[in-house]
């Protein structure tokens, strides 16, 4: 049964949509915002969050779990090293999203996706 089984699947497979995910999080990381479609921004959002909450405490397990998660060495020294202590008094709510325009081609919601 179903049960408030809610998945963002993107129309993508499993694999594919997670190496997505993981690239634009780094992505927002590292330029502390993107411009992307509606639906992978608030599929993103969530792991951006855990990921800075994550790096709040600049440990071993905490560069270990970031690294898991991360493809690079980049975003995860940017988070332990600048957005942790930046948002170490935050509680959360580390991102916000901005509706842009509508894409010309299909129509698709543009937004961006920024660090607050």
Do not use: C, W
């Not at 694999?15 to 997505?20: H, N, Q, V």
């Not at 330029?31 to 969530?46: D, M, W």
């Amino acid at each position: 049964m179903r049960h408030r089984k809610n998945k963002v699947t993107l129309d993508r497979t499993k694999g594919k949509r997670e190496l997505l995910l993981r690239t634009l999080a780094a992505g927002v990381v590292l330029h502390e915002g993107v411009n992307t479609t509606q639906a992978k921004a608030r599929a993103v959002k969530p792991l951006v969050e855990r990921m800075i909450t994550r790096g709040k405490t600049d440990s071993v397990t905490a560069r270990r779990y970031l690294m898991t998660f991360f493809t690079t060495e980049a975003p995860v020294k940017k988070i332990l090293e600048v957005l942790g202590p930046k948002y170490k008094a935050r509680q959360g709510g580390y991102t916000r999203i901005i509706k842009l325009v509508a894409r010309k081609g299909d129509g698709a919601e543009i937004v961006r996706l920024e660090l607050v």
